[in-house]
């Protein structure tokens, strides 16, 4: 798993902010209470690609939803449909779990959105922007946060 999230930070041109290490990864998903899940794509005992995510909620529609965190297929298994059908088993699981949507982000800068519209059924918010509490900043909120709520 480690080394598919490796290379979607070199797609990502992201690879210097990549910290997981092996112990993250086994912690993250394969613990009694795992953070999140990953469905892997195997072809004949190869491992080519993966999608990782979690669940999320609503308060707009009270149900749950999952949240990509990745989808990835290494370079030379794309355009086998190895991505849709990824997508297509985590549609599977949303729907065996009560899930009403499925959500990402993607870059800006995606080469093939024909593929998220028309292949994926996917709709992409132009309008919508992704924001980021880093972990200085969230130490530095939460400290401005001491003693506002009762009970702290």
């Known amino acids: 798993m480690l080394s598919l999230i490796q290379a979607k930070a070199r797609l990502d041109a992201c690879a210097d902010a990549l910290q997981s290490r092996s112990s993250d990864i086994k912690a993250a998903f394969f613990s009694e209470t ?22 999320s909620y609503s308060t707009f529609l009270g149900r749950r939803g999952i949240w990509v965190d990745d989808l990835y297929v290494y370079p030379d298994y794309r355009e086998q449909g190895i991505g849709k059908a990824l997508a297509g088993a985590l549609c599977k699981v949303a729907i065996e779990t009560g ?33 980021r509490i880093n972990e200085p900043g969230m130490k530095k909120l939460a400290r401005a946060a001491e003693g506002v709520f009762a009970g702290q």
């Open 34 to 55: 795992p953070a999140a899940y990953a469905l892997l794509a195997d072809l004949g005992g190869e491992i080519v690609g993966l999608v990782t995510y979690y669940f």
């Open 99 to 131: 899930c009403t949507r499925v959500d990402s982000t993607v870059p800006i800068e995606i080469e093939n959105e024909k593929v998220l519209r028309h292949v994926l059924g996917a709709r992409v918010f132009e309008e919508l922007r992704h924001i």
